[in-house]
């Protein structure tokens, strides 16, 4: 099973959980995160997402991503799914999905590699709203998350903070 998956198609929670699960017998904990399509950070209706990426580049990313998961925290496995192309609201995105022994590793693991691919990941994202479409610019909030764990990310310098 691949690590890292960027892909069209939606995917099923439970599939993925239970295929990252049967690799490993010594797995005591699962965490995951799945983002979907919502509001906009302005707190308009959003009716659609569009989600582009690099092939290749993007991929590896995360693959070193993932690798410095696998530095600090004591996981078993990680899944990485990420969508791309245009997705209708409440539409699911993203699934980080890891495995260790314990708990307090999984929810880790998992809270910083979403952390990471929320500012490090080479996506670009198109909000469709009421008012038009436009690209979603970086926030503040996301690089404050990242520092949390040592990582100092500029991506939002001089973006005004909308939203959280």
């Known amino acids: 099973m691949a690590r890292v998956s960027i892909q069209t198609a939606d995917f099923d929670l439970s599939q993925e959980v239970a295929a990252l699960r049967a690799q490993d017998g010594g797995v ?11 509001e906009a950070s302005s707190g308009a209706s ?74 490090q990941a080479p996506f670009w994202k198109k909000e469709h709203t009421p008012a038009g479409a436009q690209w979603v610019d970086a926030r503040v909030s996301d690089d404050a998350a990242l520092a949390r764990w040592g990582i100092a990310a500029g991506n939002a310098a001089g973006n005004a903070e909308v939203g959280g």
Do not use: N, W
């Open 28 to 38: 005591g904990a699962v965490a995951a995160f799945v983002g979907t399509v919502r």
């Open 46 to 119: 959003v009716s659609r997402m569009e989600l582009e990426h690099y092939p290749g580049m993007t991929e590896a990313a995360i693959e070193a991503m993932i690798d410095e998961a696998l530095r600090r925290f004591a996981l078993r496995g990680v899944r990485v799914i990420h969508r791309v192309g245009v997705l209708e609201a409440r539409e699911q995105i993203v699934l980080v999905l890891v495995t260790s022994a314990h708990r307090g590793e999984a929810f880790q693991g998992c809270e910083f590699l979403m952390d990471y691919l929320k500012t």
